[in-house]
Nanobody, 115 residues
């Protein structure tokens, strides 16, 4: 059974940092394209960052380029999202997503950026 469990969300002031983790079980992260999505209230879910299988090439939404970094620890089967210089508009529920032949979502973790 595949599980994706996000953690690391919380309340942070503008300009602060958070690191989200996506711990997986039942799959090998290096075989999957892994992504982080987010969904703010009243808005559609949007892609934030992705890391490809095997070679690990990365891609980012324009709104987070230079501030967010996605990475993968194959030994721990975990994917991370380092978020720096956070802005109030980054407030959302952040979801981990795994895709290969099948696709899987985590349950999400809330990130709130507010003073």
């Amino acid at each position: 059974q595949v599980q994706l469990v996000e953690s690391g969300g919380g309340l942070v002031q503008p300009g602060g940092s958070l690191r989200l983790s996506c711990a997986t079980s039942g799959l090998t992260v290096s075989w999957f394209a892994m992504s982080w999505y987010r969904q703010a209230p009243g808005k559609e879910r949007e892609l934030v960052a992705g890391i490809s299988s095997y070679g690990g090439g990365t891609n980012y939404a324009d709104s987070v380029k230079g501030r967010f970094t996605i990475s993968r620890d194959d030994a721990k089967n975990t994917v991370y999202l380092q978020m720096n210089s956070l802005k109030p508009e980054d407030t959302a529920v952040y979801y981990c997503y795994a895709r290969r032949l099948n696709s899987y979502w985590g349950q999400g973790t809330q990130v709130t950026v507010s003073s």
